[in-house]
């Protein structure tokens, strides 16, 4: 699934057909539970979940599955060039790094020539509305060039959660900078049968301004 709107990779095959993933390396950044791994290994093919979190990995544990789980950091991969067909990552790394740059470079370093990546992130022009699901959601609060950090602190003043905004344009120059080509950017439409609210996510808003974008890369 690549975002809150229910967009299924059964149905959007960002990744290639369902039946070509049989035996293809695959790693998956930021993978949390690696919910998108368990998908991938069912469809035959052999996925890396790779996250920084130890506790997210613990919980894939828990839930069980055949593949790896490796606890490292997304800017410095631990694997050697050229090891993977295909990467991805629904919502996870690419928003909560100063740099997305070092990420993306790292991806195509353990991708084979033609790999794709596919990555999802909260959609940059809900960085300038309140994230609220009712109406008081649809109003602009900040702007959309804004680009500091939203960050949460406990009671010591230590960071706990940061999240950085980066513009469409500076997503699409991050990857072209990278060395990646992108060949499609994909805005799901919140479906009908979604009745669903999370967070700031919820019918009213979804059908009206988008909230997950979806980047397709390969690298050459």
């Known amino acids: 699934m690549w975002g809150p ?3 299924d990779e059964v149905e959007a095959e960002l990744l290639g057909p369902p039946e070509d993933l049989k035996g293809k390396d695959v790693l998956e950044i930021g993978a949390g539970a690696a919910q998108c791994s368990r998908w991938l290994a069912a469809q035959g093919a052999r996925p890396v979940a790779l996250d920084l979190s130890h506790r997210q990995l613990q919980h894939a544990l828990r839930i069980g599955g055949t593949f790896p789980l490796v606890q490292a950091d997304a800017g410095v991969l631990p694997f050697a060039d050229a090891s993977f067909d295909l990467a991805c990552s629904a919502y996870g790394a690419l ?3 100063a740099d997305p740059v070092l990420v993306l470079r790292e991806v195509r370093r353990v991708l084979l020539p033609g790999g794709r990546f596919v990555f999802s992130v909260t959609h940059p022009i809900r960085w300038a509305f309140p994230d609220e699901p ?3 959601g649809l109003s602009v609060s900040a ?3 804004d680009r500091t950090p939203y960050v949460e602190q406990d009671e010591q003043g230590r960071a706990v959660y940061v999240e950085h905004h980066r513009t469409l344009g500076d997503r699409v120059r991050d990857i072209a900078v990278s060395g990646f080509r992108l060949v499609d ?5 919140w479906p009908a049968w979604n009745t669903s609210e999370w967070g700031g996510w919820s019918p009213l808003r979804g059908n009206l301004i988008p909230g997950t974008a979806v980047f397709v890369c390969e690298r050459d």
């Open 95 to 97: 928003p909560f790094v």
């Open 134 to 136: 009712g109406p008081e």
């Open 5 to 7: 709107e229910g967009l």
């Open 143 to 145: 702007s959309y060039f």
């Open 185 to 189: 950017l994909v805005e799901p439409e």
